[in-house]
T-cell receptor, first 112, second 114 residues
Framework: EDQVTQSPEALRLQEGESSSLNCSYT??????LFWYRQDPGKGPEFLFT???AGEEKEKERLKATLTKKESFLHITAPKPEDSATYLC?????????????FGKGTKLSVKP | DVKVTQSSRYLVKRTGEKVFLECVQD?????MFWYRQDPGLGLRLIYF???????EKGDIPEGYSVSREKKERFSLILESASTNQTSMYLC?????????????FGDGTRLSIL
């Protein structure tokens, strides 16, 4: 069964304290892995797509990496405005219909 | 930028009412999706559509139906609202069936059924 697990569920950081969020997946043929940011009361906002192991994408303080079993979202020197829930989703290939499978998210809090 | 607009941010309805949630996208996307999001359960797919007048069941379609009469508009219908349908509802759109491009989301409708 296709599955996505994110850890930790919640993460508290001090401003400037770098860390990583994990997204582990088991799918039959990965077509793409997607990272989203969701602020309270709003819809998920697209951040990155990764397609193959070894690929990396960067945007400001965020860097996403991909291996054959997991993806990491590295946050370098975070600021309070980076506080949000970060969602990971995968799209399986093979015989699936190609819909996204979401993890339950990591809630990040960055204190000044 | 992709724009997905949901007609209401907050909605309060009574048990047994028929409820309509509307979603419009402006990027000529073929695919549209309805999810619900609940604490501890994450996003769950209710229905999706790959083309006008087409619809397919997602993981939790019971108690819901959908309508897609125009490419840009996708409606979610709660046939007879119940309290367990109180939730955050999210609409998304994306390009082409089996496309590995991202889905783009609206800001959601927080629905309360009393």
């Amino acid at each position: 069964e296709d599955q996505v697990t994110q850890s930790p569920e919640a993460l508290r950081l001090q401003e400037g304290e770098s860390s990583s969020l994990n997204c582990s997946y088991t799918v039959s043929g990965l077509r793409g892995l997607f990272w989203y940011r969701q602020d309270p009361g709003k819809g998920p906002e697209f951040l990155f797509t990764l397609y193959s192991a070894g690929e990396e994408k960067e945007k400001e303080r965020l860097k996403a990496t991909l291996t054959k079993k997991e993806s990491f979202l590295h946050i370098t020197a975070p600021k309070p405005e980076d506080s949000a829930t970060y969602l990971c989703a995968v799209q399986a290939g093979g015989g699936s219909q190609g819909n996204l499978i979401f993890g339950k998210g990591t809630k990040l809090s960055v204190k000044p | 930028d992709v724009k997905v607009t949901q007609s209401s941010r907050y909605l309060v309805k009574r048990t047994g009412e028929k409820v309509f949630l509307e979603c419009v996208q402006d990027m000529d996307h073929e695919n549209m999706f309805w999810y619900r999001q609940d604490p501890g359960l994450g996003l769950r797919l209710i229905y999706f559509s790959y083309d006008v007048k087409m619809k397919e069941k997602g993981d939790i379609p019971e108690g819901y139906s959908v309508s897609r009469e125009k490419k840009e508009r996708f409606s979610l219908i709660l046939e007879s609202a119940s309290t367990n349908q109180t939730s955050m509802y999210l609409c998304a759109s994306g390009t082409g069936r089996y496309s590995n491009q991202p889905q783009h989301f609206g800001d959601g409708t927080r629905l309360s059924i009393l």
